[in-house]
């Protein structure tokens, strides 16, 4: 594999600082022998340029505004596997994605939203590495009125 940051920067991508907390949680915790695994607390679309994604999917906005969404939890994520690990290199493999879609009740597009995220794991990883097995479950509301919320379990070297 290449090495991450180099690939952000060719994609032109500069993660954004860690989202600030939303309550009592930590935000990344090491588990597992050694370690070696982390569990990433679901973060929302809210980045720290300002630029946040509120409302229901299929009602208040459209697939591709959801798939931004997606896309901006990630970054999330990865900035605070970032501030966790000291280097993204160090990710061996996404195990699982959880993803929770702010949806209209008719809408069922629940996976295409999320591939949002999970597109950008691939880009940036590969396939080994940055496609987990993943779960998109739609659901009524989420904090804030924010269109989707992400949390993400990583292995690390």
Do not use: W
Request: a negative charge; hydrophobic letters at 40%.
């Amino acid at each position: 594999m290449s090495n991450v940051y180099d690939k952000l920067n060719a994609m032109g991508i500069t993660l954004p600082s860690p989202p600030p907390k939303g309550g009592v949680y930590t935000p990344v915790v090491e588990f597992g022998e050694n370690g070696k695994l982390l569990y990433c607390s679901g973060c929302g679309p809210a980045l720290d340029n300002g630029e946040n994604v509120v409302g229901k999917v299929g009602k208040d906005l459209t697939l591709e505004q959801g798939q931004k969404a997606a896309y901006n939890c990630m970054l999330n994520l990865l900035a605070n596997l970032h501030a966790k690990t000291g280097d993204l290199n160090k990710i061996k493999r996404f195990v699982k994605v959880l993803a929770f879609v702010n949806s209209a009740d008719d809408f069922t597009m629940q996976p295409q939203v999320v591939n949002g995220g999970s597109n950008l794991l691939k880009e940036i990883f590969g396939e080994n590495i940055g496609v987990p097995a993943r779960t998109a479950i739609g659901v009524n509301t989420l904090p804030g009125g924010i269109a989707c919320e992400i949390e993400v379990l990583v292995e690390v070297e």
